[in-house]
C-alpha cells in the first residue's frame, strides 16, 4: 500500500504538525506523485494562520474534505498574494478537481479542517479518465461534473472509510487495475518535474505519426496541459528547491547564486524571478515562510 514519509525531526518550533506525506505503492509511481493529507482538528490557530499557500504546479489533483471546509482567497492584483481580507470564493463541490496552476494559489480554512489533496501526473489523468489537461489549466472543477461515474462511486466509498490508512487503501485499490490496463509501455518510474518533462518529451516523439516541432509540442500540451518549456521550467524550479532545503540544513544558511548555478539558472536574478512566479515569493522570503509561517505548510510537506 502507499508509504507514509515520516515528520521531519526538524519541525518548525511554534508550529503545528504539517500534516502527510503518502507516496504511492510502486505499481501506481508513474500514476500518482503523492498525497497529502493535513488536520488542523484539535489545534489552536489565529485567523493568518488558516491561510494555505500553495505554488503553481504541473500537476492535477482531487481533494476532499472529511471535516471543515475551505476557501479560495482570491488577489486584489494578478501580482500579489491575497491576504486574510482578500475575497473569498466558495470551491465548486463537494470533492474538486484542479488542473496544472501555471500561477500561485492560496485558500483560507475558517473553522478546524482536515482534507486530503492527491495528486496526479497530468498525462496519467488523461489516460484514465479521457479528461483533457490543457482544459483544466488553471481551473478548479466540481469533480461530480467532469469525473466518469465509477471515479463519483470512489469518491464516495472514500469519504466513508475510518482513517487517512484507509483512504489510501481505497484509492490504490480502485486505482490498480486501472492504470495496469492503460499505462504506456515503458512507463517512468521516478517522477521528479525534470525527468518527467524529458521523457513526455520522448513518448510524443514515437505515439503516433508526425514528428514536426509543432505536432509534438501539441501531443506534449494535450498530454500535460502546458508547453514542454513550461514543464521545463517546473522541473529547475523543483531542483532549486532541494538544493536550497539540502543547503540550510547542511549550513545553515543558504547562497542563492550556489543554487541558481546549480539549477541551471543563468544567474540568482532569473532563479528570483522563476521562483517568484511559481510561488509568489523572492527565494529568501519563500525559504523563511517555510521555517516559520504555519501557511507554508505545503512546502514543508514536500521537503520532508
Known amino acids: 500500500m502507499a508509504t507514509l514519509v515520516p515528520t521531519s525531526a526538524r519541525h518548525p518550533q511554534g508550529l503545528i504538525p504539517s500534516g502527510q506525506l503518502w507516496l504511492p505503492r510502486a505499481s501506481l509511481s508513474a500514476c500518482l506523485r503523492g498525497s497529502m493529507v493535513r488536520s488542523t482538528v484539535g489545534y489552536h490557530l489565529t485567523d493568518e494562520q488558516r491561510i494555505n499557500r500553495f505554488p503553481a504546479t504541473p500537476l492535477c489533483s482531487l481533494s476532499w474534505w472529511f471535516e471543515g471546509r475551505s476557501e479560495a482567497l482570491v488577489a486584489d492584483r494578478p501580482d500579489t498574494m491575497p491576504g486574510l481580507h482578500s475575497p473569498r470564493e466558495a470551491y465548486p463541490g463537494r470533492w474538486v478537481l484542479a ?19 492527491v495528486m496526479f501526473m497530468p498525462d496519467a489523468l488523461h489516460l484514465l479518465t479521457g479528461l483533457e489537461p490543457e482544459a483544466l489549466t488553471n ?17 464516495e466509498a472514500l469519504q466513508t472509510q475510518p482513517d487517512d490508512a484507509a483512504r489510501m487503501d481505497c484509492l490504490e485499490s480502485f486505482l490498480e487495475p486501472r492504470w495496469q490496463a492503460c499505462r504506456p509501455a515503458h512507463a517512468l518510474q521516478a517522477q521528479r518535474y525534470g ?52 543547503a540550510g540544513e547542511n549550513q545553515g544558511s543558504v547562497k542563492w547564486a550556489d543554487v541558481a548555478a546549480s539549477a541551471g539558472y543563468s544567474d540568482q536574478s532569473h532563479l528570483c524571478r522563476a521562483t517568484r512566479r511559481i510561488t509568489g515569493y523572492a527565494p529568501q522570503a519563500l525559504y523563511e515562510g ?5 501557511a507554508f505548510w505545503v512546502y514543508r510537506i514536500w521537503a520532508q
Open 290 to 294: 517555510i521555517h516559520g509561517d504555519e
Open 99 to 117: 488542473g496544472p496552476h501555471t500561477r500561485p494559489s492560496s485558500s483560507y480554512c475558517a473553522a478546524p479542517t482536515h482534507g486530503m489533496m
Open 195 to 246: 525527468d518527467w518533462a524529458v521523457h513526455l518529451a520522448q513518448r510524443a516523439a514515437v505515439s503516433a505519426p508526425g514528428r514536426s516541432l509543432r505536432q509534438l509540442e501539441r501531443r506534449i500540451k494535450r498530454w500535460a496541459g502546458l508547453p514542454l518549456r513550461e514543464l521545463r521550467g517546473f522541473g529547475k524550479a523543483e531542483q532549486a528547491f532541494f538544493d536550497a532545503i539540502v
Open 139 to 155: 481551473r478548479v472543477v466540481d469533480a461530480q461534473t467532469v469525473l466518469p461515474r465509477d471515479w463519483i462511486a470512489m469518491c
